[in-house]
């Protein structure tokens, strides 16, 4: 098990990085974390004849929270230009994990952080790559999906975004083109009186999930449900998601959000999935532990919700 | 012939140089390039953790990394953990007190792994030990005893603190 | 004996300085500068070789070899030996080092390639095109023994053997019995998978004619024999030494390997250093599985559940050849009986081929299969008499009084199944007090009232460790004092080192400090059958003890003579030989060794103060006077018979009403190996086994698709458990002594392994109130047995959880 050969690039800038990748196209990979990339190369599954490693490329590390307080207010997917996180393609799992201001700005990214392989890999790895690497299976898309967040992509040729919903567009497979780098990828902040939760299960801790999910749900000023999004990992080819406001507004008909009777949800959901068996569940156990996994994050996520709403200030007040 | 890259690590606090093409991974280059045998090969695919060792402080796969990408960095392995006169570390000692080790072949991604965890969290609950360690398989002690080990770790590095 | 008090104490261990400190020596640790060996191996489960082409490979750089079996000569071209034949085994096969025309399982080594290190011939490997016609690949127990297609076309019904093993008159016990229950078990495959995979390096040395090999393996005086035959060199030119081991589990008992013939045969052709370091995949595909196995159970009991007939048919799968007999049935066979009086039984034992990789001995070795069949009878007799399932076993032990037991069985040894001692009531009760078997329906309660699951489990095994037919240990006190031990059997994180010296320093009255113990080397010892069937501490251990004394007794006849003395009013203490009750007529073990030979050239301080001592100055006799020269023994412990040890380990399970996930909430394992040698050891021993079995029970699994490739070959997807998967483990020792040998112990390496399926289902079960069958248990087969059991009411147990919920409403 050790990889072929390829020839290496170790580009200093990020300009030098696009005219490698440029010249290569799709007989290049970019390296950066590589817990994905090299077990495929020491596999020999992948046989690029070309490696880019960024992990020289200065300024690509960044975690910023970015913003305003106004733009968080627009509507999910409408936000690219809003307050929340951008992540740099070679911010590595832990940092975000760890960052304050992150889980201050959106706490669903350090929650699902947490689910990330194990901490050694989250050493290493990053977001950007756990997004561009696009496994079905895997915390990060489903996050950003749930959160209608966005990738930056960068070539020789020029710069774009690319909504969630538009960039996982199979099993590991994204919108990137050849000689395209995920630059950043842009999470939105959670909006006011707004709760998350992530769950899911797994065989063993740390392993990728046999399915689960992040739950986004808001309140209005009278702390009645008005947004429940759901995102799904490893029940679809790609990060699925759900808009599931009008169950949850019939969930909760007219209990305080705490008491809501979610379990029509759940069966609202196994109607809507359709996931593919592999050698650790079969599709029924799968839609089934989707059911479950998604009563159980509407009730985290709607007592998050209402802690919020209930205490505010505390959570809003974050350090930028 | 492959192109070949000059590599400059410093190891366990000493400054090392090897050439080696781009594809050598650094578990490889320890090994058998600077004859540290200590960092273990369990699987080459990042999920055993026996080739756990530190870059610039942090625990990561030393089968999951190329050389070539550790140039310019610092690592530490199980050969450089304990003390410079050859005095064990508290770690080590910790793991022979409470037998958490028999075949020792993870061993050294474990004594890696936890001298990071007792920096950055001296004294770790139950949970964020098995969170800790969680990344590193074992074959033969169902880490009863090193788990017992971390926590008997911790005390030694506070006594040794005082 | 001396006041060194050491034998049963928890003492440290001695190999671990060095294994935490990096300075640990495994076999890619070694010969850093030797040519690297990859292989070609078949991605077919069953093909015909049409054509090997090398060309491409050859302008790899830094290629120096490829062999494939055209290129082998004589005896090395010849099909592997058959190790343990069997008269069961009638249709015993092995596999050609490397294929000779048709492979039969995903992972043969079908060309074997040299370069200058493993990524250059991986590369090579990579190009060397093989040509094949894909033939039915049979795959699966029922495939197998519907024999639409054959993996041997020269084994009719892919029957290898067909072994049974009987007691009485089952067919006529089962008739005439109160109550007949009949059910189908199954258990699926897994793996030693140490973290150390396989590895050969090898040494010729032209000048010398002589080969020393280093091998990741459990049985290096074998492997000597083995490569010694093969490359027709003498015993002699042959040198193996197991070094530093990073675990076996069984899987490196199996010998030769292909690989331990081919890369020293080509070390010697090419009369250059080559290493082979089998990677994770490899260890996957050619290296051995096992457990596999579908059982079908008839029993006949009484009403208070005693055991009146069993008969058990068996379906073993033994995957493409069989190079290690049948072991692995007659294990299952002979200790299906655990600690129980079986009125009348039978086992029938078909061993089946299969085109999946060869299944040898994984830790245990057939008994978890057994105990799962015997400890799931068990649950089902007590759940057909609504009896408790602890009181349901009590009936059926064998008593104290009853020792030695003929079970009247014919054991793996080839010797009667006679357990020699042991108190199995007594391990039932602790093990009932243990994990508060008694007072488990309040716990149930108040779990339910917080809308938990959760249900006990109860496991039993008896295991017969210390097989023979001999080990041996030589001891040897040199002239500063220290003591050298060797035993010819190997390590593998067993903390041999440890408890061999604790049994020399015990037996010498030497400072535990001062021993030095060597396995696994032949230069040491040359004769030795292997570290398996938990036998190292019975077998070695006896051996050095014999071996120790035998030094000893030279010890003390040397200074008797030195102090003028009678051998028998001398003892040794910490080291030095004197007079009961007098410290100062003394004389250290060391002065001993000089004295012990005539030979007294001054290397030393220690041979020139020995001077004082005039020894052999009787002129009319020879100076060795009938004694060796040199303060060393040898003897070898040869039992008559093995020794069973025994255990019961019983576990609390909560299974999650939504998700199916089982999590083990408690584990509580009651031992008795005889005397322990030493309890820290034991107890790591006991650890580790369970969660190896836990593993088993509840995660790994061995996947194969219908033609034959195995699915989930890495650690992403056969799921070994981390630290988060593993309960803390609670343990009690019996010491219950074995009077067969001299220090009174049995076996332990297995124990903590063999009944955690059994105990897992039955906890499940009782949780659930759904029958558990088949091993191992994913929460998606729960689930899907929720499903089954709403529809089926066969499936529902009468007892347990779902019962009393049934009678709540």
């Known amino acids: 098990m050790k990889p072929p050969p390829f020839a290496y690039h170790a580009p200093a800038t990020l300009a030098e990085a696009l005219d490698v990748l440029a010249a290569h196209g799709a007989d290049a990979k970019v390296l950066a974390g590589g817990q994905s990339l090299i077990p495929l190369l020491n596999m020999r599954l992948a046989e ?80 950007v790559g756990s997004l561009a690497h696009a496994d079905p299976a895997a915390e990060l898309p489903a996050v950003l999906a749930v959160l209608g967040g966005t990738v930056e992509a960068v070539s020789a040729a020029g710069r774009r975004t690319i909504p969630a919903a538009d960039f996982f567009t199979g099993p590991l497979e994204s919108a990137l083109r050849p000689g395209e780098l995920a630059e950043a990828a842009f999470f939105p902040a959670l909006p006011p009186r707004t709760g998350v939760a992530f769950t899911e299960t797994s065989r063993r801790h740390g392993d990728y999930a046999l399915a689960g999910v ?29 808009d599931l406001t009008p169950r949850a507004r019939q969930a909760q008909d007219g209990r305080p959000p705490g008491a809501a009777d979610w379990s029509g949800v759940a069966g609202y959901v196994r109607d809507h999935l359709d996931p593919e068996p592999d050698i650790h569940a079969g599709a029924d156990y799968r839609r089934h532990l989707a059911g479950v996994l998604t009563e159980r994050a509407l009730r985290a996520a709607t007592a998050d919700a209402l802690d919020r709403a209930q205490t505010p200030g505390v959570h809003d007040e974050a350090e930028w | 012939m492959e192109e070949t890259f000059e590599i ?155 | 004996m001396g006041g060194t008090r050491v034998f049963g104490e928890p003492i440290p261990r001695r190999e671990d300085p060095r294994l935490l400190t990096g300075q640990g020596r495994y076999l890619d640790d070694l010969g850093r500068d030797a040519l690297a060996a990859a292989f070609v191996r078949s991605p077919h489960a069953h093909a015909r070789i049409l054509d090997i082409d090398v060309t491409d490979a050859l302008d790899v750089d830094g290629l120096v070899a490829i062999y494939t079996w055209e290129d082998l000569p004589g005896r090395v071209a010849e099909p592997l030996p058959l190790l343990i034949p069997h008269p069961s085994l009638t249709h015993g096969r092995t596999a050609y080092p490397l294929a000779r025309d048709v492979v039969r399982h995903v992972g043969e080594p079908v060309a074997m390639v040299v370069a200058r290190d493993r990524y250059l011939a991986e590369d090579a490997a990579s190009r060397i095109r093989v040509d094949y016609d894909p033939l039915p690949a049979v795959v699966g127990i029922e495939e197998a023994a519907r024999a639409e297609h054959l993996v041997h076309d020269d084994v009719p019904g892919n029957v290898g053997a067909v072994l049974e093993q009987r007691t009485g008159d089952v067919d006529a016990a089962i008739e005439a019995a109160p109550h007949v229950l009949e059910f189908r078990l199954d258990i699926e495959r897994s793996a030693s998978m140490p973290l150390e995979g396989r590895g ?139 600690p129980y009086k079986i009125g009348a039984y039978r086992a029938e034992v078909v061993s089946l081929y299969t085109n999946t990789v060869i299944v040898t001995p994984y830790r245990g070795a057939g008994r978890p299969q057994g105990v799962f069949c015997m400890e799931r009878t068990m649950d089902r007799i007590a759940d057909h008499l609504g009896r408790d399932r602890a009181a349901v076993r009590e009936v059926n032990l064998i008593r104290p009084d009853e020792f030695p037991y003929d079970q009247g069985l014919t054991f793996q040894d080839g010797r009667p199944l006679i357990y020699d001692s042991g108190d199995y009531p007594a391990l039932l009760a602790r093990i009932k007090e243990l994990i508060g078997w008694d007072s488990f329906e309040e716990e149930r309660a ?33 002239t500063s004092g220290r003591v050298h031990v060797a035993t010819g059997l190997t390590s593998q994180g067993q903390g041999h080192e440890t408890v061999f010296a604790q049994i020399a320093a015990a037996e010498l009255g030497v400072p535990v400090e001062d021993v030095r113990v060597t396995t696994g080397d032949t230069r040491r010892f040359g004769y030795a059958v292997g570290t398996f069937a938990s036998r190292a501490a019975v077998m070695s251990g006896n051996a050095i003890a014999l071996a120790a004394r035998k030094v000893r007794e030279k010890a003390l006849r040397i200074a008797a003579e030195a102090l003028e003395a009678d051998p028998r009013d001398l003892e040794i203490t910490d080291g030095v030989v004197h007079v009961k009750g007098d410290p100062s007529a003394a004389v250290p073990l060391r002065t001993v060794a000089v004295l012990s030979n005539p030979l007294r050239y001054a290397f030393d301080e220690e041979a020139q103060r020995a001077t004082q001592f005039a020894v052999g100055g009787d002129a009319t006799e020879p100076p060795l006077r009938g004694e060796e020269p040199g303060l060393e023994g040898r003897d070898y412990y040869s039992p008559v018979r093995s020794t069973f040890a025994a255990g019961m380990h019983a576990a609390i399970v909560e299974t999650d009403p939504d998700t199916a996930e089982v999590r083990i909430l408690r584990y509580a394992v009651v031992h008795d190996c005889g005397r322990l040698i030493n309890p820290r050891i034991v107890e790591g021993q006991i650890h580790g086994g369970v969660a190896q079995g836990i593993g088993g029970a509840l995660y790994e699994r061995m996947v194969y698709d219908e033609s034959g490739q195995l699915l989930n070959a890495s650690f992403m997807d056969f799921l070994m458990p981390y630290a988060t998967e593993i309960p803390r483990i609670e343990t009690a020792h019996l010491e ?63 007892s347990g959880a779902r019962a009393a919920r049934e009678r709540a409403t």
């Not at chain 1, 740099?88 to 990214?109: D, F, I, T």
């Not at chain 2, 020792?104 to 001296?122: E, I, S, W």
């Not at chain 3, 108040?446 to 041996?472: K, S």
């Open chain 3, 446 to 478: 108040r779990a339910a009232a917080e809308g938990r699951r959760i249900g006990i489990g109860l496991g039993c095994y008896v295991e017969g460790t210390g097989v023979g037919p001999y080990e041996g240990g030589h001891v040897e006190i040199d």
């Open chain 2, 8 to 162: 400059e690590l410093t190891v366990n606090g000493v400054h090392r140089t090897a050439r080696a093409p781009a594809r050598r991974l650094l578990s490889d280059l320890l090994r058998h390039d600077l004859g540290l045998t200590g960092t273990h090969v369990g699987c080459e695919h990042g999920v055993c953790g026996c080739c756990t060792v530190l870059l610039d402080g942090e625990p990561v796969r030393s089968c999951l990394m190329l050389a070539v990408t550790a140039d310019g960095h610092e690592i530490t392995t199980v050969e450089g953990l304990a003390g410079r006169d050859g005095t064990p570390s508290p770690v080590q000692r910790a793991f022979q007190e409470c037998h958490g080790l028999q075949c020792g072949y993870c061993t050294p991604g474990f004594l890696c792994t936890v001298t990071a965890l007792l920096r950055d969290n001296p004294r770790p609950t139950d949970e964020e030990v098995l969170e800790g360690i969680s990344g590193n398989l074992c074959r033969c002690t169902g880490y009863q005893n090193i788990v017992a080990s971390v926590h008997r770790a911790a005390e030694l590095l506070a006594e040794e603190a005082r």
């Open chain 3, 736 to 798: 219950t002594p074995s009077p067969l040998n001299p220090l009174g112990i049995k076996g332990a390496g297995e124990a903590g392994v063999i009944p955690v399926s059994a105990v897992i289902a039955s906890a499940v079960e009782d949780a659930e109130g759904i029958r558990v069958h088949s091993m191992p248990l994913s929460p998606d087969d729960l689930y899907r047995l929720r499903r089954r059991a709403e529809r089926d009411e066969s499936l529902r147990t009468r």
């Open chain 1, 214 to 242: 992040a739950a986004v749900v808001g309140l209005d000023e009278d702390l009645r449900v008005s947004t429940a999004r759901v995102g799904y990992l490893g029940v679809a080819a790609t990060p699925l998601v759900l």
């Open chain 3, 200 to 338: 050969v390096y090898a040494r010729w040395d032209a000048d010398d004619g002589s080969l020393r090999v280093y091998s990741s393996t459990q049985a290096s005086t074998s492997v000597r024999a083995a490569i010694a035959a093969k490359l027709g060199l003498p015993p002699g030119k042959v040198e193996v030494i197991a070094p530093d081991v990073g675990g076996g589990f069984g899987v490196k008992i199996v010998h030769p390997w292909p690989e331990e013939i081919l890369v020293p045969w080509a070390a010697r052709l090419l009369d250059r250093e080559v290493k082979w370091t089998e990677d994770r995949r490899e260890h996957f595909v050619a290296a051995a599985h096992e457990r596999g196995q579908v059982q079908h159970v008839r029993v006949g009991f009484d009403d208070e559940g005693r055991v009146l007939g069993l008969d058990v048919r068996i379906l073993h799968d033994h995957g493409a050849y069989t190079p290690y007999g049948v072991i692995i049935p007659i294990v299952t066979s002979t200790q299906l009986l655990g």
């Open chain 1, 48 to 127: 690029p004849g070309h490696i880019v490693d960024i992990n020289r490329v200065a300024g690509l590390d960044g975690v910023r929270i970015v913003g305003s307080e106004e733009d968080a207010q627009a509507p999910p997917g409408g936000r690219t230009g809003g307050k929340g996180v951008r992540v740099g393609a070679l911010a590595r799992h832990a940092a975000v994990e760890r960052s304050a201001g992150v889980a201050a700005v959106q706490p669903l990214l350090p929650a699902a952080l947490r689910h990330v392989a194990h901490p050694v890999i989250r050493n290493r790895g990053t977001v």
